[in-house]
């Protein structure tokens, strides 16, 4: 049977067969050529008078500017929030803010097409990722945390939680959406007030989120959002009056934020780099399995921070999952994201997709094998093949440091204690999976990986009522969840 169904595989791409086009309308996504900073409740002109651009990766066509806020547009927004907290949010009873927060999860699921078509044109990643994943989970996310609001002395039995005032929030590029519901969601459900700065090269769907709160009636400066790249987040970062930092991105980033907050009485949760180990053993549904890798690597382009970039494949299966995973990765369609059938989207920016090809040299050049699927890229836009490298070694940098696309690094195993050393052996502990039959080796493995959150015979599933976070070099602090809530508030 399995057979067969390679070998149908094999026939369609050997002959050339392909899908039909199926692109998204693009109607439903209303751009403004230009964009202010939301603060205070309303749109504001710059006091630093700077925009910039953002682009789609696609097409590298331009979409709008946005505006680029300085030390004095964070100080205003900084403002704003310090008194919406101390004259509205703070005081206000909990079940009213949790109607709120409530409304502007019902506005994103009204929306949810609109806010689809935008992530997927700013972002670059496929229609089907930010219409069946990012935008449903970032209207649950909204859900579950409205629900918390007024239950907190449930959350936290026998304690009083208080909110911590000023939250400065920083996110990346790779989930812009969601990553501002993870961070806005639970700030507001207790009781503080945000300033938000999306990445510099996705900021769209975050000014849209402004919209929407606008229109949810939120009071003017419980959540502001403002745009700017690395020298906004660092005035954010460094402002006296913010009394918490929650942060997502780089790791060395994350550690220029640790030294800026340092000595300070912020409170700083950071979400940063990973190398995700995938594990297979040789008692695993093997089918199943590759999807599963496929899915954790190549359908969000790698751009993903718990990305399973490292492959350890028992060595009694290796042959066949290695042909498998050829197999698939030639089936994988690499193009427009605006189209319903594409598995990999387009890098989200030139910088990053030189940053992929770095490493693939540096892969070839420490001895690793390439090996890429063999699909037409567009001519215009920034697109990677998705690749392997097979005959890595645990010293290779390909198989020690983050490199944020769509490249796998494979190397084989014969026991647990040996799988369990090698993928514990990176600076980073963000996520990884287990492919088995067997419950005792994963309960085996599970105990033993340092790793923040490890899915079994499944990869990449979230859910909002789910911890997520690091250890080691990805950080500290958790967000989902009832921990998530617990990086909001002071505990008495
Ligand atoms: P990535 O590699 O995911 O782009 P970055 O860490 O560079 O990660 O960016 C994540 C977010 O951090 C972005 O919003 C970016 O503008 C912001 N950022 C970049 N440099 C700094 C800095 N020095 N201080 C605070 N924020 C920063």
Redesign the pocket.
């Known amino acids: 049977m399995a057979t067969r169904k390679n070998n149908t595989l094999k026939l369609s791409f050997e002959t050339g067969w392909k899908y039909d086009p199926a692109p998204e309308s693009k109607s439903s996504a209303k751009i403004d050529p230009r964009y202010e900073l939301f603060i205070n409740g309303k749109f504001e002109k710059p006091l630093s008078k700077k925009y910039f651009n953002t682009i789609n990766p696609a097409t590298e066509e331009k979409l709008s500017e946005v505006a680029d806020a300085n030390v004095a547009d964070v100080n205003k927004a900084v403002k704003a929030a310090r008194n919406a907290y101390d004259k509205v949010w703070k005081k206000m009873p909990p079940k009213e803010r949790a109607k709120y927060i409530y409304r502007i999860a019902r506005m994103i699921q009204e929306r949810a097409r609109e806010f689809s078509v935008i992530e997927t044109l700013d972002g670059g990643k496929p229609i089907r990722e930010s219409r069946d994943v990012d935008i449903p989970l970032v209207a649950n996310h909204f859900f579950y945390y409205a629900g918390w609001a007024d239950k907190l002395e449930y959350a936290f039995p026998n304690r009083t939680a208080s909110p911590l005032g000023v939250a400065g929030q920083?996110?990346?590029?790779?989930f812009p959406l969601l990553m501002a519901a993870w961070k806005i969601a639970p700030a507001l459900a207790t009781g503080n007030t945000v300033v938000l700065?999306?990445?510099?090269?996705t900021p769209l769907t975050a000014l849209k989120l402004a919209e929407i709160i606008q229109e949810a009636d939120l009071p003017p400066g419980v959540v502001n959002i403002i745009t700017?790249?690395?020298?906004?987040?660092?005035a954010?970062?460094n402002h006296p009056d913010i009394n918490k930092i929650a942060?997502?991105?780089?790791t060395?980033?994350?550690k220029?934020?640790q030294r800026?907050v340092a000595g300070t009485n912020k409170k700083v949760t950071l979400e940063l780099g990973g190398k995700a180990a995938n594990i297979i053993f040789d008692d695993a549904p093997i089918d199943q399995a590759v999807e599963g890798i496929i899915n954790g690597i190549f359908f969000n382009q790698g751009h993903v921070c718990c990305a399973g970039s490292r492959l350890f494949v028992q060595e009694s299966v290796y042959k066949e999952v290695i042909r498998k995973l050829k197999d698939r990765l030639e089936t994988l369609i690499v193009g427009d994201p605006m189209d319903k059938n594409t598995d990999v989207g387009a890098i989200n920016s030139k910088q990053?997709l030189s940053n992929i090809h770095k490493y693939l040299k540096i892969g070839q050049q420490e001895g690793a094998e390439m090996y890429q699927s063999s699909c037409p890229l567009p001519s215009k836009g920034f697109f990677c093949r998705p690749t392997l490298f097979t005959g890595v070694s645990q010293s290779h940098r390909i198989s020690q440091e983050e490199i944020?696309g769509p490249v796998l690094a494979i190397q084989s195993f014969r026991t647990d204690d040996e799988v369990i050393e090698k993928a514990n052996n990176t600076p980073f502990g963000l996520s990884a999976g287990v492919w088995t039959d067997k419950g005792s080796k994963i309960f085996n493995l599970t105990t033993k990986m340092r790793a923040g959150v490890i899915w079994a015979n499944t990869y990449n599933k979230f859910d909002p009522t789910s911890p997520f976070g690091g250890y080691k070099e990805s950080g500290y602090g958790r967000e989902g969840g009832l921990h998530g809530l617990s990086a909001y508030v002071n505990l008495t």
């Open positions: 920083i996110i990346p590029w790779n700065k999306p990445a510099e090269t700017g790249a690395g020298a906004t987040g660092a954010i970062v942060f997502t991105g780089s060395d980033v994350g220029l934020i800026a990053q944020f």
